[in-house]
């Protein structure tokens, strides 16, 4: 299944546009994530130990019905996972929608952060300068210029693990949303457990602070090891 799209009655991919991710996300919460829903995840085409196909065989294990592989500045991952889940559909077996995804790093409030691009438009112009292997220089790093181009994508901006950077999360929530980001990554696990989970606390007050300001929820495990279910 493409990654975005969807089959039409004629067999040929049909665009799935980033409102109907948004739909899918309007309705994340703790218990999401990593048995439905995983929007933060690497493979061997960053920095991750899963070699595409064995990525998408946890995620059709674990029953998934939504996903995206999240690689640092890359999209390599995305045409051998979704021919991969297109062959596994072709015979019938059950598999999640796959939505294009990748993060990306940026300048927000002058401090180094990521940033999730989600359903945006594969092989889309705008964001070829963040898909070249490492991030860009120059005007293209600030989170504003990153928000711009994500959206020129057709794609949904999401501040990943508000709680790991320098500065306080609130401060940087608060910031991404005056430049129009979509919403963030609200249940992750800081502790980095051998099993996900969410952490209660931080990850309560981010969800709390996304509502009020009308942002949208994302969940994911980030993971970079061999298992779809950690870290």
């Given at each position: ?10 067999g040929r991919p049909q665009p799935v546009p ?40 946890q995620a059709v294990a674990l029953g998934l ?104 999360f609130q401060r940087l929530i608060e910031a ?56």
């Amino acid at each position: 299944m493409p990654a975005g799209g969807a089959c039409g009655q004629n067999g040929r991919p049909q665009p799935v546009p980033a409102e109907a991710l948004r739909e899918v996300l309007a309705g994340v919460h703790a218990g999401s994530c990593p048995g439905e829903l995983n929007f933060h995840c690497h493979t061997i085409c960053s920095d991750g130990s899963l070699r595409p196909k064995e990525l998408g065989e946890q995620a059709v294990a674990l029953g998934l019905r939504h996903f995206a592989v999240t690689d640092h500045h890359s999209v390599q991952a995305i045409q051998p996972l979704q021919a991969w889940l297109a062959q596994q559909a072709g015979q019938g077996r059950r598999v999640p929608q796959l939505w294009a995804g990748v993060e990306i790093s940026c300048l927000l409030e002058g401090c180094l952060v990521h940033v999730l691009a989600l359903g945006f438009e594969a092989g889309h112009a705008d964001l070829e300068p963040y898909c070249q292997g490492s991030a860009p220089v120059g005007a293209a790093l600030r989170a504003q210029e990153v928000c711009r181009r994500i959206h020129g994508a057709g794609g949904l901006a999401l501040l990943a693990h508000p709680a790991r950077y320098r500065l306080p999360f609130q401060r940087l929530i608060e910031a991404a949303a005056l430049l129009g980001f979509d919403g963030a990554e609200a249940y992750y696990d800081y502790a980095m457990q051998p099993q996900w989970a969410p952490s209660p606390l931080v990850c309560e007050a981010i969800a709390s602070q996304l509502d009020n300001l009308g942002l949208l929820r994302s969940c994911g495990t980030d993971t970079h090891g061999l298992h779809l279910s950690g870290r």
